[in-house]
């Protein structure tokens, strides 16, 4: 077969560490390749090298299909037929003018300034009919919502579909396109890349580890440390690691029964849309909650209420830890004592503390931090190879690991933990899982959102679920 993409004798640095060291690769004509490996491991590069979105001081990227007789002139050839989507997609969306936060989504309530989905496909809105995508996987009803409002399988769907409009490319690079999906949008996902690919020239490089993939990969390369472990031939599609599982059965509660969170006809709308109505829930000291849903059902809001991002909170009916919302505590007497992690959290990173390294970060959001339990965390989740680069070296899984050590480096009596899981690999899971389930204490409170019941099977503390 033919070789479209050669990466010849590549060494990369970054921050004085070698990584990439005389690294060879090809990608052949009809291959649609899925990369896996520990965290770390070099997944995310790789796609930036192919891209032209990673400097390469030694070594050479050649493709045989792009042509030129300038670099300006390879470079926009390249530009076109290699598309990259990051994992983060929210602010490659917008314009850095714009300044979105992650809060935006809930303050952003009749802001001109936030874009349309419209406006994100632009004069490709007219041709939407055009690529005959089947309705079950097509976005057209969702023109006039504002990006912010997009769950995250949404989200993904508007960023191919951009693509598809502005260009048909040749490669298509996904990081990471099956995280913070539901089951049902990552079986969408992968029928959706599978449309695209049987109709268009197109082939799929993508980040994975565990999930189910299209039917259309049919190549796996395993990384470790930068380096190529395994290159094997997927004869048939892989089936994801996260099993459909029996949610267990209750367990007997533990601890005090005072109401941590309680919440009374609780309704949330945007529009014409309402996302919750006459909603009820009562969360007692001690509790171990699993919060499960499909994307949009509302879970992620449903902590802003709680977490004091959510404008709406001082409308409804809440009360924490036995006082109402609005009776005249502040936003920061409410966030002291609760732990939070969110999707959000690594797209929205202060750009102002990237180039500090990992631990010096901590220390920056952490005034009064505890050098002895940040050691031990750090030991714990196997951290201490990457504590010392830069913030905006590390690749998800790493900034993920951050977000987790940041989340735990102070005691509190909520933790929120909105997909603590994700871009982690196996190992790390486990150790996020291990972590719970020994410094859970009985009057900690514990709620986590989650598309996987392995999750949830996987782990004896809960006790509800909702």
Same mark, same amino acid.
């Given at each position: 077969?033919?070789?479209?993409?050669?990466?010849?004798?590549?060494?990369?640095?970054?921050?004085?560490?070698?990584?990439?060291?005389?690294?060879?690769?090809?990608?052949?004509?009809?291959?649609?390749?899925?990369?896996?490996?520990?965290?770390?491991?070099?997944?995310?590069?790789?796609?930036?090298?192919?891209?032209?979105?990673?400097?390469?001081?030694?070594?050479?990227?050649?493709?045989?299909?792009?042509?030129?007789?300038?670099?300006?002139?390879?470079?926009?050839?390249?530009?076109?037929?290699?598309?990259?989507?990051?994992?983060?997609?929210? *602010?490659?969306?917008?314009?850095?003018?714009?300044?979105?936060?992650?809060?935006?989504?809930?303050?952003?309530?009749?802001?001109?300034?936030?874009?349309?989905?419209?406006?994100?496909?632009?004069?490709?809105?007219?041709?939407?009919?055009?690529?005959?995508?089947?309705?079950?996987?097509?976005?057209?009803?969702?023109?006039?919502?504002?990006?912010?409002?997009?769950?995250?399988?949404?989200? @993904?769907?508007?960023?191919?579909?951009?693509?598809?409009?502005?260009?048909?490319?040749?490669?298509?690079?996904?990081?990471?396109?099956?995280?913070?999906?539901?089951?049902?949008?990552?079986?969408?996902?992968?029928?959706?890349?599978?449309?695209?690919?049987?109709?268009?020239?197109?082939?799929?490089?993508?980040?994975?580890?565990?999930?189910?993939?299209?039917?259309?990969?049919?190549?796996?390369?395993?990384?470790?440390?930068?380096?190529?472990?395994?290159?094997?031939?997927?004869?048939?599609?892989? +089936?994801?690691?996260? +099993?459909?599982?029996?949610?267990? *059965?209750?367990?007997?509660?533990?601890?005090?029964?005072? *109401?941590?969170?309680?919440?009374?006809?609780?309704?949330?709308?945007?529009?014409?849309?309402?996302?919750?109505?006459?909603?009820?829930?009562?969360?007692?000291?001690?509790?171990?909650?699993?919060?499960?849903?499909?994307?949009?059902?509302?879970?992620?809001?449903?902590? !802003?209420?709680?977490?004091?991002?959510?404008?709406?909170?001082?409308?409804?009916?809440?009360?924490?830890?036995?006082?109402?919302?609005?009776?005249?505590?502040?936003?920061?007497?409410?966030?002291?004592?609760?732990?939070?992690?969110?999707?959000?959290?690594?797209?929205?990173?202060?750009?102002? +503390?990237?180039?500090?390294?990992?631990?010096?970060?901590?220390?920056?959001?952490?005034? @009064?931090?505890?050098?002895?339990?940040?050691?031990?965390?750090?030991?714990?989740?196997?951290?201490?190879?990457?504590?010392?680069?830069?913030?905006?070296?590390?690749?998800?899984?790493?900034?993920?690991?951050?977000?987790?050590?940041?989340?735990?480096?102070?005691?509190?009596?909520?933790?929120?933990?909105?997909? *603590?899981?994700?871009?982690?690999?196996?190992?790390?899971?486990?150790?996020?899982? !291990?972590?719970?389930?020994?410094?859970?204490?009985?009057?900690?409170?514990?709620?986590?959102?989650?598309?996987?019941?392995?999750?949830?099977?996987?782990?004896?503390?809960?006790?509800?679920?909702?």
């Amino acid at each position: 077969m033919v070789e479209l993409i050669n990466i010849e004798n590549v060494t990369i640095q970054s921050a004085g560490v070698r990584l990439f060291g005389n690294f060879n690769w090809s990608i052949r004509a009809g291959e649609h390749w899925v990369i896996s490996g520990a965290n770390g491991s070099g997944k995310t590069m790789l796609l930036e090298m192919i891209a032209g979105a990673r400097h390469i001081p030694q070594g050479h990227v050649h493709y045989s299909f792009i042509e030129g007789n300038t670099w300006d002139d390879r470079y926009a050839a390249r530009k076109k037929t290699i598309h990259y989507i990051p994992a983060h997609a929210m *602010p490659s969306l917008v314009n850095h003018e714009q300044a979105l936060y992650y809060q935006q989504r809930y303050y952003g309530i009749g802001d001109e300034r936030t874009p349309l989905v419209k406006d994100i496909l632009g004069e490709g809105v007219s041709r939407l009919k055009d690529l005959n995508i089947p309705e079950s996987l097509s976005i057209g009803h969702l023109t006039e919502v504002e990006v912010t409002r997009l769950s995250n399988g949404q989200l @993904k769907k508007l960023l191919l579909l951009k693509i598809l409009l502005a260009e048909i490319p040749r490669f298509l690079l996904l990081d990471y396109p099956f995280e913070g999906l539901d089951h049902g949008s990552r079986s969408d996902l992968c029928a959706f890349l599978d449309f695209m690919v049987t109709r268009y020239p197109i082939q799929v490089l993508m980040v994975d580890n565990d999930h189910h993939l299209p039917s259309v990969m049919n190549r796996r390369l395993t990384l470790e440390a930068f380096t190529i472990v395994n290159e094997e031939t997927l004869s048939t599609p892989i +089936n994801e690691r996260f +099993n459909e599982a029996p949610a267990p *059965p209750p367990l007997p509660l533990k601890g005090n029964s005072s *109401p941590v969170i309680s919440i009374r006809d609780l309704k949330i709308k945007y529009g014409d849309k309402v996302i919750l109505e006459n909603f009820n829930w009562t969360v007692n000291q001690g509790d171990r909650w699993a919060l499960v849903g499909k994307n949009g059902a509302g879970k992620t809001t449903l902590f !802003s209420m709680i977490f004091a991002d959510h404008p709406m909170a001082y409308t409804q009916d809440i009360s924490l830890f036995g006082r109402r919302r609005g009776s005249g505590e502040s936003i920061w007497d409410i966030k002291r004592r609760i732990g939070y992690l969110g999707p959000e959290l690594i797209s929205y990173l202060d750009p102002g +503390n990237i180039l500090l390294s990992g631990s010096d970060y901590l220390r920056s959001i952490n005034r @009064k931090l505890n050098e002895d339990s940040l050691a031990s965390l750090i030991e714990h989740f196997g951290c201490v190879h990457f504590m010392d680069k830069p913030v905006r070296v590390l690749s998800s899984g790493q900034l993920q690991l951050l977000l987790i050590l940041n989340c735990f480096l102070t005691d509190k009596e909520l933790l929120l933990l909105d997909e *603590p899981f994700q871009f982690l690999d196996t190992s790390h899971r486990n150790q996020m899982k !291990s972590y719970l389930e020994d410094h859970m204490n009985k009057e900690k409170t514990l709620i986590l959102i989650t598309h996987y019941e392995q999750d949830i099977t996987d782990l004896t503390v809960f006790t509800k679920r909702i």
